[in-house]
């Protein structure tokens, strides 16, 4: 007896049956791997066997080796300069970077449109907090000045009753004094003395402390996990660059540099000097 296992269920195979597995499968893409890529740079490396310990040995000291030398750092320049050309037209490069640009631009939009969000609601969390610390900021200056009033009402009301009692007690003794037939300056002497004593008995006014309002809680958090919390690092804009003293100023150099390419030879301040380079063709 033979089975035709197209006839088979899902159910009897435990897996889906031939119907459902794909007719076409996808198409496997580029292998990317160094193996295969070294061999397309044979000439660097070829070059590299070649020179790599003659350049560490060469004397350059007559004209044979100098061309020698010469010889050697043009072809390896040479070699040099076609390598990112060579790089550029590996077809697994193109397909690389064409694929890593693809993906730049999609993330690069995804995120584009991500800032909007946060662009539209990081301001309105900014002023939310910034009212908020306004009014606690009037709160509390609303505070002192009611805290500023009473302790002026209590000085001027303990300042009254300690007059009063300073009056009392002067008039008390000059009532004794007299009582007593005493002389003026006799009178006068016990009305200094009964001042005096008042002075002594005076009552201060008790100091008013005005509340101080509590900050508002600088961290949000959510039940989400998220959390945010204010800082207020400094800044600054220049206004007025011609009144920045100088040493918060540095020389810039591409201006210097530009001036150097229109025939500038002397810049206080800089040294210009020529730079010996070779150019190999």
């Known amino acids: 007896m033979s089975l035709n296992f197209a006839e088979v269920t899902e159910d009897e195979r435990g897996e889906r049956a031939p119907s459902q597995v794909p007719e076409v499968l996808p198409p496997a893409g580029t292998v990317f791997s160094l193996e295969i890529i070294k061999p397309r740079f044979r000439d660097a490396e070829a070059l590299i066997a070649e020179h790599a310990d003659v350049s560490r040995a060469l004397v350059v000291?007559?004209?044979e080796s100098l061309k020698l030398a010469v010889a050697i750092v043009g072809a390896t320049k040479k070699v040099i300069r076609s390598l990112d050309d060579q790089k550029k037209n590996l077809p697994e490069y193109k397909e690389a970077k064409g694929f890593v640009d693809k993906v730049n631009n999609f993330v690069g939009d995804l995120k584009d449109r991500l800032t909007v969000i946060v662009d539209n609601l990081d301001p309105r969390v900014t002023q939310y907090n910034a009212r908020i610390e306004l009014e606690r900021r009037q709160r509390e200056e609303a505070q002192r000045r009611a805290a500023e009033e009473l302790q002026r009402k209590?000085?001027?009301?303990?300042?009254?009753a300690n007059r009063k009692a300073a009056e009392e007690a002067k008039a008390?003794?000059?009532e004794e004094a007299r009582?007593?037939?005493?002389?003026?300056?006799?009178?006068e002497a016990a009305k200094r003395k009964a001042e005096e004593e008042a002075k002594k008995n005076a009552i201060e006014a008790p100091q008013v402390q005005a509340p101080v309002t509590p900050k508002q809680e600088t961290t949000?958090?959510?039940e989400t996990g998220t959390s945010a919390h204010s800082r207020k690092p400094w800044k600054h804009r220049i206004i007025d660059g011609?009144?920045?003293p100088r040493e918060y100023c540095s020389p810039s150099d591409a201006l210097i540099k530009?001036?150097?390419r229109q025939g500038v030879r002397e810049i206080e301040g800089?040294?210009?000097f020529q730079e010996t380079r070779n150019v190999y063709r």
């Open 61 to 63: 000291s007559d004209e």
């Open 154 to 160: 209590l000085d001027a009301e303990v300042a009254e």
């Open 172 to 174: 008390k003794a000059e």
């Open 179 to 187: 009582a007593r037939k005493a002389s003026e300056e006799e009178i």
């Open 220 to 222: 949000i958090r959510t």
């Open 242 to 244: 011609k009144k920045v």
């Open 258 to 260: 530009e001036a150097i």
């Open 270 to 272: 800089v040294e210009i």
